[in-house]
Nanobody, 115 residues
């Protein structure tokens, strides 16, 4: 059983920055992929960014050049640095972990970009 705890969401003005964190605990395989997905009102849940246990990253097209995903393997934590935020980035952001043991989701953290 894997638990994912997110933090760092909130309200920010357009052009501002936020940093999300996701800490994993429980039984985690040594090879895994962690990432962030988001779901805006009336929209599907889409990939924002992911990172493997060896550091390979993938970004959604809408966030390339603005968001950066990173990880601390020792602490089983990933981060999402979000810069140049836009109103379209408003969504609930979910942490996700995939491994041979299955898939887990966090409870989600709200990010609102508004003036």
């Amino acid at each position: 059983q894997v638990q994912l705890v997110e933090s760092g969401g909130g309200l920010v003005q357009p052009g501002g920055s936020l940093r999300l964190s996701c800490a994993a605990s429980g039984s985690i395989w040594s090879i895994y992929v962690m990432g962030w997905y988001r779901q805006g009102p009336g929209k599907p849940r889409d990939l924002v960014a992911s990172i493997t246990s060896t550091g390979t990253t993938i970004y959604g097209d809408s966030v390339k050049g603005r968001f950066t995903i990173s990880r601390n393997n020792a602490e089983r934590t990933i981060y999402l640095q979000m810069n140049s935020l836009k109103p379209d980035d408003t969504a609930v952001y979910y942490c996700n972990l995939k491994s041979g043991g299955g898939e887990s989701w966090g409870q989600g953290t709200q990010v609102t970009v508004s003036s």
